[in-house]
Structure formats: C-alpha cells, structure tokens
C-alpha cells in the first residue's frame, strides 16, 4: 500500500458529515445545502440537445477517446482562452499549448504528479484556506505543502512575503487560485506577474486554477488570468505557466466532467506524457458537446445575470444583520460568524435547516493561526427562491441571538 495515502487528511464534507450527524434538523423547514459548491442552475438547453444528439452518441461510444482531445476541441478552447484572456499577441497554439481534461479537479492533482520530483524534498505553495486536491496532490507527489494566508489583511489574497528564501528554493510548484475558492478574492495582473518572476528565479511552476473565472460581479470588468498576465509582460512562452478551467461552473455542466489545461508547450506536453498513462481522456460524445459550450457566450453572460441576482437579494436581507460584502467573483459568500464556525453550522442546520461549510475545514492551522476559523462558506448554487428563503432564515437565526 502506497504510504503517502496516509498523509491525507478527511476531506471537509466527510468532516461536516461527522459534525453534523448528531443534529436534529428543525423539522418545520425544508433542508437547503449552501454547503457544497455545486452549480444546481439549469444547463443550456442547446447543450442538452447537442449532448442527445443520436450520431453523437453514437460515434462516441464506438471510439477510443484520443488523450491529446480531437482537433475541433482544441481549437475551441483555443480560440475561447484567446478571446476571453486577450492573448492577441501571442495566441495559444491549440497543436501544442492546449489539453482537453475531465474536468479542472483531476487536472490540477495530475499536474503535481507531472511536475515535481519526488526525490527533490521539494514544498508545492497553495493559499490557506484552499481547495483540499492542492494539498492531497503535493503530498502523493511527494512534495511538503506550504500554506500561504489568505487574510482579510491583504484582501483575502495570499501574503507571499511570509514565504521564506528557503521555501523559495525548493519550491517545485505553486497553486494560484484566482478568483478564490473560498474567498472570491481576484488576483490583478500585477499579482501574477510578481509571481512569475519569482518563477524565473526560483524555477518554478505556476498552475492557475481559474474554474470561476466566468463567474463576476462587474460584466465590464472580467478577472485577469495567469495566461493574460504573462502575455502582457512580453512572456510569448508562457514558460512555467499553466491555467486551468471547465464547463463545472461557467455553463453549468458539473457532470460533462470537461475542462482544459493550456499554456507552457513543454509542460504540456509532459503533461500529455503522463496523461497517455494515467488513461483521463475525455469520450469523444463530451468532447464533441463541449465545442458548443466554448463557443458560446449569451449562456454564460445569462448565467452571470443569475447570480447577481441573488447576490442582491441575499444581501438586501441580510446586509442589517449580518453584513457580508460581495466578492469580485465566484458565487460564494465568506462571512465572519459570531460564534466557533462548527458550533455555528450545528445550530443553524437544527434552528433553520441550513447547511453551510465552516472555514475552518477549508484551512491549515500555521503559527497557531487558522485563517478559515469562525467564518463560514455559502454557496449561492440553489435557485433564487431557495437563496431567498435561506437567506430569510439566516436573518432569523442572527437575530435570536439565544441561538447563537
């Protein structure tokens, strides 16, 4: 049995199931998960048409899936990341600098497994809190994870001047996470660019998770990604830079399982290298429905209009009770709790029948610190009625301050 598995910690929903499996919901309302972020919007009608479509189906199931993608997906994905990231100056070559994935997760753990050497007594850097496949991927490459604050101190962003020279120089790769999971909180472009000339010195790898990116509070005002920032600083290689995305979140297919990895050619292919082994190729029929989505913009444009929606609608509710500011992007909330964000999940699911993820299972404890603890995760997934009424509940909860 492989060693490294023991190192891995229990992922946050095994720990919110554990904590909650006492608790008697409060049986006169009806349960709503702001839990898990998992977009529960409608999928496109003409993606569903297209994913029905007989010859498709057809086709697909008859085919070994290629792990480089079919030529028409990279392509679309090209011209998607050329498109919306600016890239006119060096346009993403989708022969060499593009690879269709199922899905950012599994992406961002094989990129860890691609790239660092597990002979090296290397440190992969990740924000804190972060999305757990960061960490579990540095520890079964074999590499010690570094956790780099995300506080309200420096807006939610990680405080790389905490990171030490020696942590620099055996530092093999560096998770981004812009817009944040769970913060929001977007890096600009001068923040990416900081980093990779940290890169060039220290000879690392930036792996850019960006899956919601396409998620944003100002339509005019769309985040930077890491490809963008090494374009505008003359960077045409993207050496050492690879971003990651998916459909999960930008069109509401969580179950196609399809995303892409695109950047540094050398890395990609390595990545493919290891890829052609692990066998995660994407079947024929997803990559086929996937154009679609990639070409489209009206659906993602409607997409972003929901969740403003309920961002003002919640926060109407809510902003004299419990105020909580929105973020530049994602469709989470990370507000501050007014008791430990355990206690606080355990009595609102039996006082509301609401469940939310405490912080604290999202951070590491460093320096006695845990920059996720008595705050809590809301994922505005459900439908605007559904958010609505939670939020009505949670303006109730705050003001019994009996219950808290």
Not at 19 to 40: C, Q, R, V
Not at 169 to 197: F, H, W
Not at 310 to 328: F, H, S
């Amino acid at each position: 049995m492989n060693k490294q598995l023991e190192l891995l910690k229990p992922y946050p929903f095994e720990r919110l199931n554990r904590l909650l499996a006492d608790i008697t919901p409060a049986p006169e309302h009806a349960f709503i998960a702001l839990s898990l972020g998992e977009p529960k919007h409608p999928a496109p009608d003409f993606i569903i048409a297209k994913y029905l479509e007989q010859t498709g189906v057809v086709q697909g199931l008859g085919t070994y899936p290629p792990t480089r993608g079919i030529p028409e997906l990279r392509a679309s994905i090209a011209n998607f990341v050329n498109r919306r990231f600016n890239l006119a100056a060096s346009p993403i070559d989708p022969e060499t600098q593009v690879l269709p994935v199922t899905g950012s997760r599994e992406a961002l753990f094989a990129i860890a497994q691609t790239v660092i050497d597990s002979r090296a007594q290397s440190c992969t850097l990740m924000p804190n809190p972060f999305y757990q496949i960061y960490e579990g991927a540095a520890l079964l490459a074999g590499s010690t994870p570094v956790y780099v604050p995300c506080t309200a101190a420096t807006d939610y962003l990680p405080d790389f001047s905490v990171v030490t020279e020696a942590q620099w120089q055996k530092c093999s790769l560096l998770y981004l996470c812009t817009p944040g999971n769970p913060t929001g909180a977007v890096a600009s472009i001068e923040d990416m660019q900081s980093l990779i000339r940290l890169s060039d010195e220290y000879d690392f790898v930036i792996a850019s998770d960006e899956c919601y990116s396409e998620i944003y509070a100002d339509e005019l005002a769309p985040p930077s990604g890491l490809l963008e920032a090494a374009c505008a600083m003359g960077r045409h290689d993207y050496k050492n830079c690879i971003a990651f995305n998916s459909l999960s979140k930008r069109s509401n297919l969580p179950g196609l399982r399809s995303g892409y990895a695109c950047g540094d050619a050398e890395l990609i292919r390595a990545f493919l290298l290891y890829r052609t082994y692990h066998g995660s190729a994407m079947s024929v029929h997803h990559q086929r429905v996937s154009i679609a989505a990639w070409d489209d913009e009206q659906h993602v444009i409607n997409n972003r209009a929901s969740y403003r929606q309920k961002y003002a609608a919640v926060g109407e509710i809510l902003q004299d009770v419990w105020p909580m500011t929105q973020p530049t992007a994602s469709f989470y909330l990370w507000p501050q709790t007014p008791v430990n964000d355990e206690q606080f999940a355990q009595r609102l699911l039996a006082r509301a029948n609401i469940k939310v993820l405490p912080g604290s299972y999202l951070s590491r404890v460093v320096d006695g610190a845990n920059p996720g603890q008595d705050r809590v995760r809301l994922a505005l997934v459900a439908t605007l009625d559904e958010c609505v009424e939670a939020a009505g509940r949670l303006r109730s909860f705050m003001q019994h301050r009996k219950y808290l």
